[in-house]
């Protein structure tokens, strides 16, 4: 642990310290620290800062450690540790944002719907609440569409995954030509390669009904897309460390 920048560690500490807690109150825990879609009643502000310490399970949080101290380290390292952790919360903040805007237009396209048949708001926010509807709706919409906006609704993410994807990016950004070596199968890969064609399999599983479980596709592409454009935009305006120390 010595070896470890004091910033991640404490990082470290402090995820370990929400996951051992959850496993004692349990779903009290994720309604209130998980982030749910804004429009659910269980949304609270601080949600947005506190699911990022929440992690479904022991491998959801060995993974996303593992990553924040392989990748994260070094940059910590060159940046300092303010700077690290505004970039850390701030790709923490872009995945939450996307993914909980992917989920207002699946919600809000299909009571668009709804509303020019004469369903009020009120009506259907109580449908995807409680998921009983009366099946007259399904003449306007489909079941599968209703089940996806009820899921979307009552969503809680959870994890730093959006936040690690953005340390990637950084990472591959100012180290583009270290090599990685892959689990399956057991070869080496350049950072400015791997990372890339990670964000890419998002992507693809995000627009496709694929999936590979409850996974939040688009957080991990908002944490690349802002660690992206935050580390473009330093280097371009020669962003330098003697500014937050």
């Known amino acids: 642990m010595r070896a470890i920048p004091e910033t ?10 929400f996951f051992v807690g959850s496993q004692f109150l349990g779903e ?3 309604d209130l620290l998980a982030l749910h879609y804004f429009k659910n009643d269980k949304f609270i502000i601080s949600q947005l800062l506190t699911h990022m310490f929440m992690h479904g399970s022991f491998l959801h949080i060995l993974f996303n450690m593992f990553g924040l101290y392989m990748f994260g380290s070094p940059l910590v390292q060159i940046w300092g540790s303010k700077k690290f952790l505004f970039f850390y919360f701030s790709a923490g903040l872009g995945a939450a944002g996307l993914q909980l805007f992917i989920y207002h237009v699946e919600i809000q396209s299909l009571f668009s719907v709804l509303e020019s048949n004469g369903l009020s708001f009120s009506i259907f926010k109580n449908i995807l609440s ?7 709706i399904l003449q306007y919409v489909d079941e599968n569409s209703l089940s996806s906006a009820y899921s979307s609704f009552n969503s809680s993410l959870v994890g730093a995954s959006g936040a690690i994807y953005g340390v990637l990016v950084a990472f591959a950004f100012s180290f583009p030509n270290s090599e990685l070596m892959l689990l399956f199968p057991p070869i080496p890969i350049k950072a400015k390669f791997l990372v890339p064609g990670l ?8 627009l496709s009904s694929f999936s590979v479980g409850p996974i939040a596709h688009f957080a991990h592409v908002g944490g690349a897309l802002t660690g992206f454009v935050m580390v473009w935009y330093w280097k371009k305006n020669q962003f330098n460390n003697n500014r937050w120390n």
Request: charged share 10%; aromatic share 14%; hydrophobic share 50%.
């Open 8 to 17: 991640i560690k404490q990082l470290l500490i402090i995820n370990i310290l």
């Open 130 to 136: 409680d998921g009983s509807y009366n099946t007259s």
């Open 199 to 206: 964000i890419l399999i998002d992507v693809f599983f995000g």
């Open 28 to 30: 009290m825990s994720y």
